[in-house]
C-alpha cells in the first residue's frame, strides 16, 4: 500500500532528514530530493488480495508451552549429535558449536519469553552451521506459508557499477512509477548495499556468493517455516524512477499459502526421500513466485494434469509437460542460434527420474542441434536420481555417480542396521555403508565407506542422445542435487561451466527430516510404533527439522574432495546486466553462445534394421566422426571407420540373444559421441 503522509510524524521527519543529510555526505556529494511516491488504490496484486496482512496472521499463531519447547531442543540435540554429518567440518570452518547453545538454550529456556524469541533463537542455532540443509523448521501455521513484498529484487552490474533494480513485479500490481526496472537506492532508511549485507547475514548460505545471494531473494519473499517473521510489518524503499526522479513507497508484508508440490518430496513414506538433495528456502521461494509472476506456469499444470489423451496433447512446440520443472526456447546471438533449457528445479512430477530424462531429451532434440545451453541457475535441487541421471544424455562417457558417507555413530550404525535391506522401502538399503560404520569403533574414522546413490547402471541406461557441445549456467542459489548435477557436469567435462557468481551454494549432502528419521525408527511390522530404542518423539504442531545426512565427495580429477562449503566454482565468469534482468538474459545467452561456438559440433543418427534370418543393419550417418566400435550387450562387436565423403557407416550382425547395441565415435582417437539402441 502505498505511504501516507500521516505516517510519519514531523520530529521523525526531521530527525530522518538529518540523518539522511549526513550519510550523503559521506557517500557522495548531492542527492535529488526524494519525494514521496503514492500508490493508486489497484497498486494492491491479485496475489496480495488474497493474502492477509502479517500482523493478522501473527496475531492467530499457535503458542508452544514450557513442555513442548523442552521437547523440541532435546530432538535437536539427537538430530545434530549423531547424524549430523558436517558436523566436523562446521565447526572447523566457521568456529561455532550449535551443540552447546542447544544445551545452553535447555539450561536457560525459563527465560527465553515469547513463541517468537524461542523461534528466532532455534532458527539461530541452525543457521550458525551455514548449512541449508540443515534447518529448524518452525510449526504451524508456519510451515506453509511465504511471507513477501508484491516484487522481486535483482542485481545486475553495468561498466563496473553494481545495482540492485526491480526486476519484476506481481501479477496484477500496478503503480504509476514503482515498476520493472527502477533502481533501489534505502530500504528503510538503510543504503541498500548494506541492506543486502545485512540480510545475508541472516542466512545460512555456505560461502560468501551464496549468502548474498540470498539475501537478496530475503529482501521480498520469506519462507516462515525456515525464517522467522520479518520484524517490520512494512517496509519504505527509496528507489530512483525511470524517470530519474528520487521517490519512496511503503509496501507492506502479505502472507500467502503456497500450491502444492508436484514432486511431494516431503512426503515421509516415500522411498525418493531416501534420495532428497533439496534447499527447502530455495524451492519455497520458487513455487511462490511462480504463482505470483507466472500465474500461467500453474494454469499449464492444470490443463496437462486435465488432459484425456495424455500430456504431450496438451502442449505444443517447444512447451514442457513439466512446466515448472523445465522450459526450453531457441536463442539467436551474433554466434548464431543455439538452444537453451532452463531447469528450475530437481523436485520432478511424482519423484519419478525417468520421465524427468525423457522429457529433457524430447525438448533438446526439437531444439538446433550445434550447441546448448543448459542453465540451472536458482535451481534448489530435488530428487538426487533426477540430476546424476540427466548427465548421462549430454556426453559420451560413462557416467560415475558422486559418493555419499555417513558420520559414524551409534545411532547411524543402529540406522543402518534396521535397513539392510530395508524392510520397509523398496530401492532403500543402508547396507554398503554399515561394515565401514562397524570397523570405526577398532579405526576411530570419522567417516564411513563412501558409495554411490544412485546405480552406476540407472546412470548409463540411457547414454547419450545431444551431440551437440553443452555449456551449464550456475548461480549462487544452485544448491544440493544441483550441485550434484553440476559437480558431474564438469568432472566428466562435458563442457564449460558458466556462472554467474563466483560459486555454487555449495550443498553437497542427501537431506533427511527428523520425521522421515522417526518413520526410520518405527518397528516394521507395526509402522505408527517407534522401536523401543527409538530416540526420536513426534514434534509438536507439525514442526520438523532436517539435517544433512550422508556427505558426498566427488570422482574424476577432484576425487575425494566435498562439495559442502566448497561448491563448483565455474570455469567462466558473467556478471549480470540491467539487459539480462529486463530482456530475458539476453547478454548472458551471448556470453554462452560464445563458448559453445568455440567448440566442435558432432552428431550422430543411427537405424537399425532387423532381417529375416536374424541379422541386424546398422546404418549410422555421423558428423565430425572417424570411426566407431559396435559392442553387443557390452561385448566387442567390430570397429568400421566412417566414409568421409558420405560421412556414413553400415554394419551387418547376427543378432543372436543381444538385448543392446551400444556404438561409440571418436575424433583423431577422441571419444566423441556414442549411443545405446535396444534391439
Avoid at 341 to 362: C, L, S
Avoid at 450 to 461: G, I, M, Q, R
Avoid at 475 to 494: E, K, N, P, V, W
Avoid at 565 to 583: F, K, S, Y
Wanted: glycine letters at 8%; hydrophobic letters at 40%.
Amino acid at each position: 500500500m502505498p505511504l501516507e503522509a500521516s505516517v510519519v510524524s514531523k520530529k521523525k521527519s526531521a530527525r530522518k532528514k538529518a540523518a539522511t543529510s549526513r550519510k550523503t555526505q559521506q557517500r557522495k556529494p548531492s542527492k535529488p530530493k526524494a519525494s514521496r511516491a503514492r500508490a493508486a488504490p489497484s497498486a494492491k496484486s491479485a496475489v496480495s488480495a488474497r493474502a492477509s496482512a502479517l500482523d493478522t496472521f501473527l496475531a492467530g499463531a499457535n503458542a508452544l508451552n514450557d513442555v513442548e519447547r523442552l521437547l523440541i531442543i532435546e530432538q535437536a540435540i539427537v538430530l545434530i549429535e549423531s547424524f549430523y554429518v558436517h558436523l566436523p567440518l562446521k565447526r572447523a570452518m566457521h568456529a561455532v558449536d550449535p551443540l552447546q547453545r542447544l544445551r545452553l538454550l535447555k539450561k536457560r529456556l525459563a527465560d527465553v519469553g515469547s513463541d517468537a524469541r524461542f523461534h528466532a533463537e532455534m532458527t539461530s542455532i541452525f543457521t550458525s552451521v551455514r548449512d541449508l540443509h540443515t534447518n529448524y523448521l518452525l510449526p504451524a501455521p508456519f510451515n506453509g506459508v511465504v511471507a513477501h513484498l508484491p516484487f522481486r529484487v535483482e542485481e545486475c552490474t553495468d561498466n563496473g557499477r553494481r545495482s540492485y533494480i526491480v526486476g519484476g513485479v506481481d501479477a496484477g500490481f500496478q503503480h504509476a512509477t514503482f515498476k520493472a526496472g527502477v533502481e533501489l537506492l534505502y530500504w528503510n532508511g538503510i543504503p541498500i548495499d548494506r541492506a543486502v549485507d545485512i540480510a545475508a547475514d541472516r542466512h545460512a548460505g555456505s560461502n560468501q556468493a551464496a549468502r548474498h545471494s540470498r539475501g537478496i531473494a530475503g529482501l521480498t519473499d520469506r519462507p516462515l517455516i525456515i525464517a522467522p517473521p520479518p520484524d517490520d510489518e512494512w517496509v519504505i524503499i527509496g528507489y530512483k524512477a525511470l524517470s530519474g526522479a528520487a521517490l519512496e513507497i511503503r509496501l507492506e508484508w502479505q502472507v500467502t499459502g503456497l500450491p502444492p508440490s508436484t514432486a511431494n518430496a516431503d512426503a515421509d513414506t516415500s522411498a525418493a526421500t531416501f534420495a532428497l538433495g533439496l534447499d527447502l528456502e530455495t524451492e519455497m521461494i520458487q513455487q511462490a513466485r511462480r504463482v505470483r509472476f507466472a500465474p500461467r506456469i500453474e494454469a499449464a499444470k492444470t490443463m496437462i494434469a486435465a488432459a484425456a489423451a495424455g500430456p504431450l496433447s496438451a502442449v505444443g512446440g517447444l512447451e514442457s509437460i513439466m512446466p515448472d520443472v523445465l522450459s526450453a526456447r531457441e536463442v539467436t546471438t551474433s554466434h548464431g542460434k543455439f538452444g537453451h533449457i532452463r531447469i528450475w528445479t530437481f523436485g520432478v512430477p511424482n519423484n519419478d527420474a525417468d520421465a524427468f530424462v525423457d522429457e529433457f531429451v524430447r525438448l533438446a532434440e526439437l531444439l538446433p542441434q550445434n550447441g546448448l545451453i543448459v542453465d540451472v541457475r536458482d535451481n534448489g535441487g530435488g530428487l538426487i536420481y533426477a540430476g546424476e541421471q540427466l548427465l548421462q544424455v549430454l556426453t559420451p562417457r560413462t557416467i560415475e555417480p558422486e559418493r555419499l558417507q555417513f558420520i559414524n555413530t551409534s545411532l547411524t550404525q543402529r540406522l543402518c542396521e534396521l535397513h539392510a535391506p530395508s524392510t520397509m522401502f523398496s530401492d532403500f538399503d543402508l547396507g554398503d555403508w554399515l561394515p565401514s560404520i562397524r570397523r570405526a569403533v577398532e579405526t576411530g574414522s570419522t567417516f564411513s565407506g563412501a558409495f554411490p546413490l544412485t546405480t552406476p547402471e540407472k546412470c548409463n541406461a540411457v547414454g547419450q542422445r545431444y551431440y551437440g557441445p553443452v555449456v551449464l549456467v550456475t548461480s549462487a542459489r544452485c544448491y544440493s542435487t544441483t550441485d550434484f548435477f553440476a559437480a558431474g557436469f564438469q568432472d566428466h567435462a562435458i563442457g564449460p561451466v558458466l556462472g554467474v557468481d563466483r560459486n555454487t551454494g555449495a550443498g553437497g549432502a542427501n537431506v533427511w527430516e527428523h520425521s522421515f528419521l522417526s518413520t526410520l525408527f518405527a518397528d516394521p511390522a507395526n509402522p505408527g510404533q517407534p522401536l523401543p530404542d527409538s530416540p526420536f518423539k513426534p514434534l509438536p504442531n507439525e514442526g520438523n527439522m532436517r539435517v544433512a545426512m550422508r556427505r558426498s565427495v566427488r570422482i574424476g580429477p577432484r576425487a575425494g574432495t566435498e562439495v559442502e562449503d566448497l561448491g563448483i566454482v565455474p570455469d567462466e565468469l558473467h556478471a549480470m546486466t540491467r539487459n539480462d534482468v529486463l530482456h530475458d538474459n539476453v547478454d548472458l545467452m551471448e556470453a554462452a553462445a560464445k563458448l559453445l561456438a568455440a567448440k566442435p559440433v558432432h552428431g550422430l543418427s543411427v537405424k537399425t534394421t532387423p532381417k529375416p534370418d536374424g541379422t541386424v543393419t546398422v546404418d549410422v550417418e555421423s558428423k565430425n566422426v572417424d570411426s566407431f566400435d559396435f559392442y553387443l550387450d557390452d561385448h566387442p562387436l567390430r570397429s568400421v571407420p566412417v566414409n568421409p565423403q558420405t560421412n556414413k557407416t553400415q554394419v551387418n550382425f547376427p543378432r543372436g540373444n543381444a538385448g543392446t547395441l551400444r556404438l561409440q565415435g571418436f575424433q583423431q582417437d577422441r571419444l566423441a559421441v556414442s549411443r545405446r539402441v535396444a534391439l
